[in-house]
T-cell receptor, first 115, second 113 residues
Framework: NAGVTQTPKFQVLKTGQSMTLQCAQD?????MYWYRQDPGMGLRLIYY???????DKGEVPNGYNVSRLNKREFSLRLESAAPSQTSVYFC??????????????FGDGTRLSIL | DQQVKQNSPSLSVQEGRISILNCDYT??????FLWYKKYPAEGPTFLIS?????DKNEDGRFTVFLNKSAKHLSLHIVPSQPGDSAVYFC????????????FGTGTRLTVIP
């Protein structure tokens, strides 16, 4: 059981380049999330998708776009990468929000460096 | 504004002793609190949770205590093992909407053999 799979695991970009981070889950979860983790900042929510066909902004959405391609896949796009977007990005999913007995499951992250 | 705070960036404990990780929060609307554990190069994994209507939840070596009046919770690990060495994140859960987890900055626990 793969759970939440993120690709790529590592990426180096130049300022201004674009990139799409991929996330797929095989647990038939309804809700999916994108976080970034920075030193001293914990995990901050970028965008989320409560269910297939819906997306909403989180705490730090500027500079990002998302697509909920289908129930399994939720991608994060950087249209014009900036050094401030250097971070570790985590995708997560949950059967549905609002139930702590079904907490969010995380992928192993994408480490992104913008030069 | 950081709604969940973990003021200790790191903690070192001898194997076999108790580890106590602390977390403070400001938002009274949290209905659950969760602890996640994270190893290097891996994603966070769920460890234990507690409802805001309870003051204690226990799962094996892990116990979480909640003091609502102080807006404080703590995770106790007894006895601590070297495999417990990881970063621990506290998170508050809000029922409204899908944007429902707010994380602290994490505490790095090192269990010394």
């Amino acid at each position: 059981n793969a759970g939440v799979t993120q690709t790529p695991k590592f990426q180096v970009l130049k300022t201004g380049q674009s990139m799409t981070l991929q996330c797929a889950q095989d647990m038939n979860h309804n809700s999916m999330y994108w976080y970034r983790q920075d030193p001293g900042m914990g995990l901050r929510l970028i965008y989320y998708s409560a269910s297939e066909g819906t997306t909403d902004k989180g705490e730090v959405p500027n500079g990002y776009n998302v697509s909920r391609l289908n129930k399994r896949e939720f991608s994060l796009r950087l249209e014009s990468a900036a050094p401030s977007q250097t971070s570790v990005y985590f995708c997560a999913s949950t059967p549905r929000p609002g139930n702590s007995n079904q907490p969010q499951h995380f992928g192993d992250g994408t480490r992104l460096s913008i030069l | 504004d950081q709604q969940v705070k973990q003021n200790s960036p790191s903690l070192s404990v001898q194997e076999g002793r108790i580890s106590i990780l602390n977390c403070d929060y400001t938002n009274s609307m949290f209905d659950y609190f969760l602890w996640y554990k994270k190893y290097p190069a891996e994603g966070p994994t769920f460890l234990i949770s507690i409802s805001s209507i309870k003051d204690k939840n226990e799962d094996g070596r892990f116990t979480v205590f909640l003091n609502k009046s102080a807006k404080h919770l703590s995770l106790h690990i007894v006895p601590s093992q070297p495999g417990d060495s990881a970063v621990y994140f506290c998170a508050g859960h809000k029922e409204t909407g899908a944007n429902n987890l707010f994380f602290g900055t994490g505490t790095r626990l090192t269990v010394i053999p």
